[in-house]
């Protein structure tokens, strides 16, 4: 079946330090990939989403590719803030429209 | 448009009691889904409906676990006989979905606690 993998957290930074989460899948077909993120006591909010390949979703400042060469959607920001403190979720879309999520990446931003 | 709301947002019980939980979806959203999350890991699905059918349930729908969506609008899930391993959030999400939506709304979950 689908699944993805996320690395690993806790991901620490200073703030205004650039942000990669990585994330790769496997699928059957080309799903759409989406990014959610789940701040402290709050529900899972979508972030950003890829439909095809090399489409690049963005939001907030972050951004990621659908690469499907390496089946792979890796998350992005330039200059991160600490409200951007989270557990972030990446999620390809199976052949029956459901999310399959990976284990998730906290992130703790530092001022 | 007020979000997925879920109720309620704790419960508290004790091994062997059943429990059920209620998901209201974003009003005019078609499909419901029902995740479970513990701690530290992502949400797993458990099963979903398109208006009031239940198109798919995962392997870790036990026969103790049943979802119903009698109007196509709510939905509940009820966990019999209940135990430790039931201790998770459980997360209700909707969408509108006509094959080229795919963004799913989700409420804040229902922390459930067996003891």
């Known amino acids: 079946g689908d699944s993805v993998t996320q690395m690993e957290g806790p991901v620490t930074l200073s703030e205004e330090a650039f942000l990669t989460i990585n994330c790769t899948y496997t699928?059957?077909?080309?799903?759409?990939l989406f990014w959610y993120v789940q701040y402290p006591g709050e529900g899972l909010q979508l972030l950003l989403k890829?439909?095809?390949?090399?489409d690049k979703g963005s939001n907030k400042g972050f951004e990621a590719t659908y690469r499907k060469e390496t089946t792979s959607f890796h998350l992005e920001k330039g200059s991160v803030q600490v409200s951007d403190s989270a557990v972030y979720f990446c999620?390809?879309?199976?052949?029956?429209?459901?999310?399959?999520f990976g284990s998730g990446t906290r992130l703790l931003v530092r001022p | 448009d007020t979000g997925v709301s879920q109720d309620p947002r704790h419960k508290i019980t004790k091994r062997g009691q059943n429990v059920t939980f209620r998901c209201d979806p974003i009003s005019e959203h078609n499909r419901l889904y029902w995740y479970r999350q513990t701690l530290g890991q992502g949400p797993e699905f458990l099963t979903y409906f398109q208006n009031e059918a239940q198109l798919e349930k995962s392997r870790l729908l036990s026969d103790r676990f049943s979802a119903e969506r009698p109007k196509g609008s709510f939905s509940t899930l009820e966990i019999q006989r209940t135990e430790q391993g039931d201790s998770a959030m459980y997360l209700c999400?909707?969408?509108?979905?006509?094959?080229?939506?795919?963004?799913?709304?989700f409420g804040s979950g229902t922390q459930l606690s067996v003891l």
């Open positions: 999620a390809p879309m199976d052949s029956s429209y459901k999310l399959i």
């Open positions: 699928a059957t077909g080309y799903p759409s």
């Open positions: 999400a909707s969408s509108f979905w006509d094959s080229t939506n795919e963004k799913l709304f």
């Open positions: 890829a439909t095809k390949a090399d």
